[in-house]
């Protein structure tokens, strides 16, 4: 009876028809623009190591990263000691690892201009100085050999990107070759592919050739600027707390939780406070990567709007319909009981 | 509803189906091409039994273990080099010939030289004999004024005893004067008692008459007024010349007028006998107070006036003896003055004297100083001229030799220039001592190296080869508790200091069962693993799926890990994806 009467309605006017047809239009442009927001949050490997950390394990992990300024005074002891807060932070609320076994990882890179030397071939190279975990956080495809790792004894090991390998060697399967800095002999330990995103490659385009080695190697030219940390996060914003009052990031450095950035309301956030980024106050330079996230908030920022702008007039359309139907049913109720009354 | 809708609704149902099984058919014939390229592309490799070489590098450079530079103190220009890089030498052997000139070195020694004699005889001239004359002079005007001053102190000298004598003296005259005084005092009094008693009665009788003399003259007035009122009364009776009332009152009158002066005359005539009786009284005492003056006089004249004239003598004496002890006094006086100054005289002339002796022990102190002083300077004036004299011997002698064999592995000097004084002209090394090489290692790295171990040296390709041995592990002075340094000796032809040596020092080979690239080796937080990748056979072909192995570490090189766990020889191992693998995730391996 229901449906019979709204199809009645529905065919006989056809104003609703094209209503219908624009709602209809409107929701498949929601799910696509949703679609493309899930999408793109899942574009950047780098910002979801948390579940990569976390494997099979039941904690629930966040990723923190802290951005320092260029002239940042934070050293390698500062971030042992820091550790050491970070294993405090957890007994308190009953976490311990294993033997054997770590509950948090974390990198530090610092970054510094290089000449390196195959021969009679030369590159000027962006070195990234690098701790021994910093290929957890950015996984990047390996054409050849390995990445630089904690079993390592020698802190003369590199990883040339293809380019540098390219330039230096003219080939990609290079792991073992030896090449030099200021005199100095290195083994390559591999050679990796660089994001292939296109936020990445935006990112990177200031840094054609990036080579990565041990960062005691250039801690002297290139100071701590970057550290990255996946820890557990019992509850909301734990692992952001700890790493915000208990790291040295002195004035101007800025702390960020990577695992939660692409959320909704975050993204929404950066709606709001729409070109404050813009605004530059606390001297840092961000890291590719990071510039990279960065981008691509701002484009998924764009998405959400459009995703909520699509879907203003099937809610409404929906609103609608449902105090249509409601009025109506009211009516039939109605009528059904006086319909009762006069048969009694 | 029209029989020609019916059959389009038909129609429209008859395309939807076709399009649907086309659809289906396209999908299930390129489900396997297109389930390949949604899946993960993986590159894996084999594990393998094998050995782990952790291997230490380093660089460093290559030093002689014994060389010596060849210098020479003076900057003298060169003349010829006799030797070449690489040129074996034997004592004595010629290196260099130096041009025949004087030296800057010895120019600027012998300007030294007159410089340093200058000084010396300058300082001669400073250190001749000091002069105290004016010192001396002082003094003896000092000790003058000081004799001057103790003659007028011996000539003013008054003793204590003179002095006390004549204190004494004025002091037994003023209790003489005091006893005469009272002496003569006592005289007086004793011979007046009668004197005075008569004179207290004779002053009394003197006013009992002048009081009686005072009443008798009244009366003497009151009589004669009786004595004129009866002769008026009489004189005014006789004259009377009325009636006899009034005679009757004036005969009244006249009769108590009459009456009155009797009266009066009666006590007249006893005031008479009264003032009478008096006067003879006060003659009568007159009389005895002369008698009694008269007696004292008689009586105490004579010894009162001895007594008085000692007492005038005594105080005459007195007037003396005061006079004589103020003398003393100002004499006294004269000589404590004279006697203080000539005590500040002597302070003075004592003080004088021993800043006299100071100055004297002071200079002398001096003397000896500038004497060692100039003995030093003498020594070194012949030092310096001793240096001249090698200088010039130099000078002539235009040769520098080598001093021990070896090979001249630098020369730092060409013909025409000059030398440094002390910089190295050439170094020789003794090639007999053989070379060696150190570079720091981590307390880590160390631990992987015994002594003995050879090293491979990594960047020298041409050439001979060279050995390596590893001689000592020795604590790295720069970096204490946490670094060591590696020291190789090196054994091999060419080899020469300054060469830089890249050495690769490994443990000793160990074999293991499994070995798995460095690759393929994933951490998370549930400890270490690696990812096998497994196949299993589908109608559509092989499947691949990674599947999570947790391992051990046991040992790790530049390339390969050791590992045991669940994994075997000819397992395949995961090393790297394109996409972030999930432990049971279907992938797809690298199509080479």
Redo the contacts between chains.
Sequence with gaps: MKDFHIKDFLLKKKIYCILILLNALCLLAFSIFSFAYDGLSRQL?HE?QAE??????E?R?AQVSCFLPADSSVTVEDIAAFRQKVDEKLLEVSLEAEE????Y?DAYSGEAKLNLKNGDRLANVHALGVSE?YF?FH?L??RS???L??????Q??IVLDENTAWNLFGSFDV??M?LSIN???F?V??VVKRDQHKVSKLAEESTPSVVYLDYSVIADQAPIRCYELIMPNPISDFAFSVVKENFPIGERGAVLENSSRFRVPRIADLFFDYGKRLMQTDGIIYPSWENAARLLEARMSWLLLLAAISAILPLCSILVVMVVLYRRLHLYIKEKIMDRRIAA | MSEQDQVQKRAWVKNAAIVFLAVMLLLTLFSNTILNHSLPEV?VRYAESGSIN????G?GTVTANQSYEVSIPQTRRVESVAVQVGDPVQAGDLLFTLADSESSELEAAKAELDAMVLAYRLALIDTSSKDYAQDDHEIAQLQKKLQEAQTESAAHYVSDAELQQAKNKVTELEAEIRELTAELAELGEGSGGNLAELKEQRDQLQHEFDAAEIAYREEMAALREAAEAARDADLALGISSGGPVEVYMAALAITYAKAGMDEELDATGLLKTAVAAAYTEITQLEGSLAAVKDKIKNDTSDEYEDVSEELQDAQLELEEANTALELLNEKKEKWLLADESAESYQEQLNEKLFALAEQKKQDNKEQQKDSLNLADQQKKISEQQQKVNELQADSVSGTVVATAPGVVTAINVTAGNETMPGEAMAVIEAQDLGYSLSFPVTL??AK?VKVGDQAEV??YYWGPSITATLTSVKNDPENPGQGKVLNFRLDGEDISAGM?L?LAIGQKSANYDVIV???A?R?????TFVLLVTAKSTPLGNRYYAN?VDVN?LA????N?AVSGGIASYDYVL??????IE?GQMVRLIEN
């Design positions: 490997l979801h990569i950390w976390a494997g099979e394990s904690e992990y054997g076994k770590s509950l990882i975990n957890f996984n495809f390996l050999g390995s990445y790792t904690s079993w390592d004894l020698m003369d090991r792991a073992g030896e005199g100095k002999p083994v330990a591999g | 590159a952790a291997k230490i590098r660089t880590e790295q992987k990594s960047n830089q890249t690239p460095n690759s080796l951490t998370d937080a549930n400890g999570r570490v790790t090189d530049d390339i890990s090393t790297t994806s394109t996409k972030p432990p």
